[in-house]
């Protein structure tokens, strides 16, 4: 499913002395198969974009196309959508609410109009795909699962409705290292199954150059950049208009080329880095 | 280097343990055990572990939130375990939590700072001076007098870090405060707290899942499963493959690039940080 | 972001700003017994002046002022319409069926209606001028006298603050966890009363997890800030009473004198 937006602009509390233009003219579209970075600093509107992708934010101005439907349109089955692109908010394990993890799994599915039985069916598939036992966990109290789960069951209950696009807001925030890792690979994952694009919000710069292969760059509201990590992360004047940060691979780069020595092309992750050393071996001075 | 300030030791834990057990006396969870260490007057030490390893269990302990079931420590000299010396310890050992928002009594800035002195009986012209300072030292005075409902996450770390300065304590514990931060906002926390340990002399306890925050710490305490598992210089933590591996931690990325180097017969040293990773280069023939 | 208008503290540093809480508390209080005993076209002309003057004091904008009636506005509609129906004292203008509108229930609904948007505004402007926390320790030191019958004045000054500070933060959850919810295709303006409430569960559940959440870290914090090591805590802000205080509360005080004896015609203006 392809998802073009067109000119989208959004303010908050308009015409009030709150007023705040939180998008800016934003075009751009994101192709089937793209696992797709929107980076930005806190505030750059990056969570109110992506909320407009399944109308949670509707459209004041601009135009968004999300496969068959216009979001801009005045009639929209908000029902059928929200199916199709799943979002993943920050913190998803706070807003688990049922008495068991299988009824809280299967919420989205009854909403979107399942009968209990395939709810049931596509709650027990979800769960597995996160890596949960299902047996073991489907009638345990969400609240008290340990941290990693929690979120996994969260993002269980997004992926239960089936969703073509997943949209992810920060989905590693606040985990230690193994459990980011294991989101992460979870997204790698899915990818195989059908979610076909992935969305994905992050301030982790690393994470973007090893799982995205294009990223948005939005920066006081407007569009920077609309490009692949690679090109991104290579060009370091575009980086320091933004004040992001790059990943560890590339700064490594960029020392060693203030010390002189010129590697040839952008390595994006430790392993690059190694084999891009050891391949082009230093073009020194 | 064997660190000079073992006969100037503020925090001493001698072989605690700790399990977490309902009130009907069942038991729930381990928190530590046999944990035994000692802090020196002026270092900054970092804990790392996965989730649930112990560090939290091992700052509560600290403040004397709880008391071993086993074993003692002491915080300037001062048992913990003892009811009447409590608040004495609590105003020596500042605590700072994750999440900004649960830590803020008041609506306006200096109201909160002056919480904790308030409740010690600090008299008011020593109060007013403290916030001044406090403010100033995590670089906050000119939000003096607004609410913090308004402030970005590291904007509001920093004050929570000021309200505990407030009281004047010698030793600062940082409960992964950084956590909930994005980059910007983690780099002023941890800013502010390298500033205040190499400035004001401050005995700095983090604990946090950015490996990168601890690459500068003079000590880092690396817990699994209650246990202390390794005790050393970041160098020898993370030099140690076996340990970082045992405990579910992360190499810093230009350590993961160095051992990959070495391995594949180059001629590198161990690098923890991007910039000796670049030098370790520069200097390969 | 919910915008959370209604009372939120506007610094401007005026001569209302810097009264003590407790003299603007007590004279809130007199403000409002008075607003509910007038009944009179000039004392409400009164009233109305008065609160111009003290917000033109205050330097907090007129017009943020009377936005405060928005948050009302749906409650005095309906008790003044139940006011307008329910009143059929004197002559009749207009009747139809079981519903009758006369001069007398006229005449309620506007009394009420008044009194609503102006006790409203009199508090509003107590809350932008006033600090949450001036707010609680005005309100602990009122009630002192409950303190020697060993009421604990000061946790309930604690409690009153720390829930002014949460509530835009809780607002801002509810806010969140909808969307939440909604992107899995909870719909919360859907069906009969029944179902809706029931459709609030998702969004209740959570909320309440958080807050118990928060209030666990929050008596850490509390406790970690030595909150109760000692009986002689002291105040870092003492409210002491300025001559500011005294002319607030003689300009107050001849004014209300001036609006009863308005209300009851004694010059017989009308």
């Known amino acids: 499913m392809q998802i073009k937006v067109e000119n989208l602009k959004y303010t908050y509390s308009p015409k009030t002395p709150f007023e705040k233009v939180a998008l800016d003219d934003i075009s751009f579209t994101i192709n089937d198969g793209d696992t797709i970075g929107i980076i930005g600093s806190t505030g750059s509107g990056k969570s109110t974009l992506c909320q407009h992708f399944n109308a949670l934010i509707r459209i004041s101005h601009g135009k968004i196309y999300v496969g068959e439907w216009e979001l801009h349109a005045k009639k929209l089955n908000l029902g059928a959508l929200r199916q199709a692109v799943g979002m993943l908010f920050q913190y998803p394990e706070y807003q688990l609410f049922a008495d068991t993890v299988k009824e809280d799994v299967a919420f989205g599915p009854i909403n979107f109009g399942k009968s209990k039985e395939d709810a049931d069916i596509l709650a027990r598939y979800a769960l597995e795909l996160v890596g949960l036992d299902y047996d073991e966990i489907k009638d345990k109290s969400p609240f008290e699962l340990s941290g990693g789960q929690k979120r996994r069951t969260a993002i269980a209950g997004i992926i239960a409705s089936r969703p073509e696009v997943l949209v992810l807001d920060e989905p590693t925030a606040g985990l230690d290292p193994q459990g980011k890792k294991e989101i992460l690979d979870l997204v790698t994952e899915l990818k195989k199954s059908y979610v076909k694009t992935v969305i994905m919000i992050s301030h982790n710069m690393d994470e973007i150059a090893?799982?995205?292969?294009?990223?948005?760059?939005?920066?006081?509201?407007?569009?920077?950049?609309?490009?692949?990590?690679?090109?991104?992360?290579?060009?370091?004047?575009?980086?320091?208009?933004?004040?992001?940060?790059?990943?560890?691979?590339?700064?490594?780069?960029?020392?060693?080329?203030?010390?002189?020595?010129?590697?040839?092309?952008?390595?994006?992750?430790?392993?690059?880095?190694?084999?891009?050393?050891?391949?082009?071996?230093?073009?020194?001075? | 280097m064997e660190n000079s300030t073992a006969n100037n030791v503020v925090i001493k834990i001698d072989n605690v343990s700790y399990d977490y057990r309902s009130s009907s006396d069942e038991f729930i969870a381990r928190g530590v055990k046999n944990v035994s260490l000692s802090i020196g007057k002026g270092e900054f030490c970092v804990l790392l572990g996965r989730n649930g390893s112990g560090k939290s269990t091992l700052a509560k302990l600290l403040n004397g939130f709880i008391v071993p079931?086993?074993?003692?420590?002491?915080?300037?000299?001062?048992?913990?375990?003892?009811?009447?010396?409590i608040y004495e310890i609590r105003s020596k050992v500042g605590m700072v939590f994750q999440n900004p928002d649960n830590q803020m009594v008041a609506s306006i800035i200096e109201d909160d700072l002056a919480f904790g002195p308030e409740n010690l009986g600090i008299p008011r012209d020593e109060i007013e001076k403290r916030i001044t300072?406090?403010?100033?030292?995590?670089?906050?005075?000119?939000?003096?007098?607004?609410?913090?409902?308004?402030?970005?996450?590291?904007?509001k770390q920093r004050v929570a870090i000021a309200?505990?300065?407030?009281?004047?304590?010698?030793?600062?514990?940082?409960?992964?405060?950084?956590?909930?931060?994005?980059p910007k906002?983690?780099?002023?926390?941890?800013?502010?707290?390298?500033?205040?340990?190499?400035?004001?002399?401050?005995t700095v306890i983090l604990i946090t899942h950015y490996m990168d925050e601890a690459v500068g710490a003079d000590k880092v305490f690396v817990l699994s499963e209650g246990e202390l598992i390794g005790e050393g210089t970041p160098r020898e933590i993370f030099s140690n493959v076996e340990l970082v591996k045992r405990a579910y931690l992360e190499l810093p990325v230009a350590s993961k690039i160095s051992l990959e180097l070495k391995e594949s017969g180059y001629d590198i040293p161990f690098a923890l940080t991007d910039e000796e990773l670049a030098e370790g280069i520069c200097k390969l023939k | 972001m919910r915008e959370v208008s209604f009372g939120q503290y506007y610094p401007s540093g005026s001569k209302v700003h810097a009264?003590?809480?407790?003299?603007?508390?007590?004279?809130?209080?007199?403000?409002?017994?008075?607003?509910?005993?007038?009944?009179?076209?000039?004392?409400?002309?009164?009233?109305?002046?008065?609160?111009?003057?003290?917000?033109?004091?205050?330097?907090?904008?007129?017009?943020?002022?009377?936005?405060?009636?928005?948050?009302?506005?749906?409650?005095?509609?309906?008790?003044?319409?139940?006011?307008?129906?329910?009143?059929?004292?004197?002559?009749?203008?207009?009747?139809?069926?079981?519903?009758?509108?006369?001069?007398?229930?006229?005449?309620?609904?506007?009394?009420?209606?008044?009194r609503l948007i102006f006790l409203v505004m009199g508090t509003s402007l107590l809350t932008y001028t006033t600090t949450p926390m001036e707010l609680t320790d005005g309100m602990e030191s009122l009630m002192y006298p409950l303190k020697l019958i060993k009421v604990p004045t000061h946790d309930i000054a604690i409690i009153m603050s720390i829930a002014l500070r949460f509530i835009p933060i809780l607002m801002e959850e509810v806010d969140k966890i909808m969307m939440a919810q909604k992107a899995r295709g909870a719909c919360f303006d859907r069906g009969g009363v029944l179902k809706r409430a029931k459709a609030l569960l998702p969004v209740l559940i959570p909320l309440f997890v958080s807050a118990f959440r928060r209030a666990d870290e929050l008596a850490l914090?509390?406790?970690?800030?030595?909150?109760?090591?000692?009986?002689?805590?002291?105040?870092?802000?003492?409210?002491?009473?300025?001559?500011g205080d005294l002319v607030a509360t003689l300009v107050t005080g001849v004014f209300i004198t001036l609006v009863v004896a308005v209300n009851n015609n004694f010059w017989g203006l009308y």
Request: with cysteine.
């Open chain 1, 210 to 285: 090893e799982y995205c292969n294009r990223v948005i760059v939005l920066n006081d509201s407007k569009l920077l950049y609309d490009t692949t990590p690679r090109e991104l992360f290579s060009d370091k004047e575009k980086l320091s208009l933004t004040g992001l940060e790059v990943p560890h691979a590339v700064r490594v780069k960029n020392l060693l080329e203030a010390r002189g020595i010129v590697l040839q092309g952008t390595p994006l992750t430790s392993k690059e880095f190694v084999e891009l050393f050891k391949g082009g071996a230093p073009c020194a001075k």
């Open chain 2, 69 to 85: 079931d086993s074993g003692t420590i002491t915080v300037n000299g001062i048992d913990t375990s003892v009811d009447e010396s």
């Open chain 2, 133 to 155: 300072w406090a403010l100033e030292t995590v670089g906050m005075s000119e939000h003096r007098k607004r609410s913090p409902n308004k402030l970005s996450g590291g904007q």
């Open chain 2, 163 to 182: 309200s505990v300065l407030s009281m004047l304590p010698e030793i600062l514990i940082l409960d992964e405060s950084t956590a909930m931060l994005d």
């Open chain 2, 185 to 202: 906002g983690r780099a002023e926390v941890m800013e502010t707290a390298m500033r205040l340990n190499k400035e004001k002399g401050m």
């Open chain 3, 19 to 114: 009264l003590d809480a407790r003299v603007k508390l007590l004279l809130t209080i007199a403000f409002i017994v008075m607003v509910f005993l007038v009944k009179s076209l000039y004392a409400y002309i009164a009233v109305a002046a008065f609160i111009l003057l003290v917000t033109l004091v205050s330097r907090v904008p007129v017009l943020k002022v009377l936005k405060s009636i928005k948050a009302i506005i749906f409650i005095v509609i309906i008790m003044s319409l139940i006011n307008l129906f329910a009143n059929a004292e004197g002559k009749v203008l207009w009747s139809w069926w079981i519903l009758t509108i006369s001069e007398g229930g006229i005449i309620t609904a506007i009394n009420l209606a008044l």
């Open chain 3, 221 to 243: 914090a509390l406790d970690a800030r030595c909150y109760n090591a000692t009986p002689n805590r002291t105040k870092y802000k003492q409210a002491k009473l300025g001559w």
